[in-house]
């Protein structure tokens, strides 16, 4: 047996007819290693690219000791326990040094971000000062140290300011341009070649024939990866044939690092695929207890040995919401792991009161397409979204949340608790 399949098969609780949603996640994720290459862009193509190397800080991170506030610059020593009356001897603006030195009993009118002058350690907030010509009274209550911001205070020269495996969102490019960094070491987009398979399909330009319905799946794929960040290879629709299914195959493990057909993988499909699947590489076809997504295949395309250059394959099933579903619950997650993610986040999920009864029996984990909303009290109440068909693409168009039935229950009546995934952390 191959490696692969070794591994796969070594895992306890391995049941390839009816395999733990949960437990065929993890089992991918074991397998998957971050892409190595990596490239330097500039800090604004650097946007939800993920880091490959730890930014260190050039710089302090403030540069230098400053003002919090608006407001009198003094020393902490001079603070009296009743009213402390300092005298006002200037100015200290943000962006220019200022030139004196302040000495016991003296204070300066410093503004927020002005380099604290020699001399000052703490801020009084203008609004609790009292100004009687040039002298300033200050009430009592101050802290010596009080709003001011040490040099380092956030980032120290030297260190990690953002470590690697970090996606690079809005607050991390601004911390990079904070240390006047203007490039940054990603890693290389994850290569995903796509193609679908079923006679019946046909593509957008083409008459609908007798029979046919038009491949819908190349592009909610597409959509899916594209927001992963993904260079997605687009290889068309590919007839139910051996010789026309093996070049595509071939093609698609010569340049992707992950390769997702559609169709093709649950029973009574054309049996050529799957054997083909077999033979160019090392897959496993699973039955994940799930509703919708059954069918599935996992493994790597190696078609000329594991020594050339292959490709990860997740072979999803036809129907294009079992499709979308399997897609958020395993092929997600890897891509975050191929694209080095590091950790790979965690799927926001909370407890909603369901306004429907639904059916469904232990023994596998179903993903309902639901809207959220909220009851009289605030609380989060959840419904299903109409017709929940596993063709019904309409079903996850209108849905604003999965609704996760877990596998050990069993139906829910109207009224029950149950989990939801907003699709607004994942899609
Ligand atoms: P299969 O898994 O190949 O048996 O397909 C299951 C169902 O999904 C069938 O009704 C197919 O016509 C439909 N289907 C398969 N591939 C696609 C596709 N690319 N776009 C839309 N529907 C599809
Ligand atoms: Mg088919």
């Known amino acids: ?167 690079l969102r809005p607050a991390e490019i601004g911390i990079v341009a904070s240390l006047g960094v203007a490039e940054v070491t990603v890693r290389r987009r994850v290569r995903v070649a796509l193609f679908s398979t079923g006679d019946e399909l046909c593509s957008i330009g083409e008459p609908l024939t007798e029979g046919a319905v038009y491949d819908s799946n190349r592009y909610t794929l597409w959509g899916m990866l594209t927001r992963l960040g993904c260079e997605v290879i687009d290889m068309g629709v590919v007839r139910d044939d051996p010789a026309a299914l093996e070049a595509a195959f071939r093609d698609a493990a010569g340049c992707a690092d992950v390769i997702i057909t559609s169709g093709g993988v649950s029973v009574g499909e054309a049996d050529f695929i799957k054997q083909l699947m077999t033979q160019l590489g090392e897959v496993a076809f699973w039955k994940i207890a799930m509703k919708p997504g059954r069918p599935m295949a996992f493994g790597r395309i190696e078609p000329n040995g594991p020594e050339h250059p292959g490709a990860w394959l997740f072979g999803l099933p036809g129907n294009p919401v079992a499709v979308m ?21 965690a799927v926001p999920a909370f407890e909603a009161r369901c306004l429907e009864a639904m059916k469904k029996s232990p023994g596998r984990t179903e993903y309902q397409r639901g809207i959220l909303g909220r009851d009289e009290s605030g609380a989060w109440t959840v419904r299903p979204t109409g017709a929940q068909g596993s063709g019904v693409l309409r079903s996850m168009a209108d849905a604003d949340c999965f609704i996760v039935l877990e596998h050990e229950r069993g139906k829910v009546g109207a009224g029950d608790t149950v989990t939801v995934q907003p699709l607004a952390a994942i899609v």
């Not at 579903?325 to 890897?334: D, K, W």
């Open 1 to 167: 047996m191959s490696s692969i399949l070794q591994a796969l098969s070594r895992a306890d609780n391995y049941d390839p007819n009816a395999l733990h949603a949960d437990r065929a996640r993890e089992l991918v994720l074991g397998l998957l290693a971050p892409v190595a290459g990596t490239e330097k862009v500039f800090v604004r193509q650097a946007l939800d690219r993920v880091l490959a190397a730890d930014v260190i800080s050039p710089i302090d991170v403030p540069a230098h000791d400053n003002s919090a506030m608006d407001g009198w610059g003094l020393r902490g020593a001079d603070l009296a326990a009743g009213e402390t009356r300092v005298k006002n001897i200037g100015t200290a603006f943000a962006g220019r040094a200022y030139a004196g030195k302040v000495g016991a009993g003296e204070t300066v009118r410093i503004m927020t971000g002005a380099v604290l002058p020699e001399g000052v350690d703490t801020v009084v907030i203008q609004e609790v000062a009292r100004v009687e010509g040039d002298t300033v009274v200050v009430p009592p209550g101050q802290q010596a140290g009080q709003n001011t911001r040490r040099k380092g205070e956030d980032l120290q020269a030297g260190k990690p300011a953002i470590p690697a495996g970090r996606k």
């Open 325 to 345: 579903v399997t897609f958020y619950q395993f092929v997600r997650p890897a891509i975050l792991k191929l694209a080095g993610l590091d950790p790979i986040p």
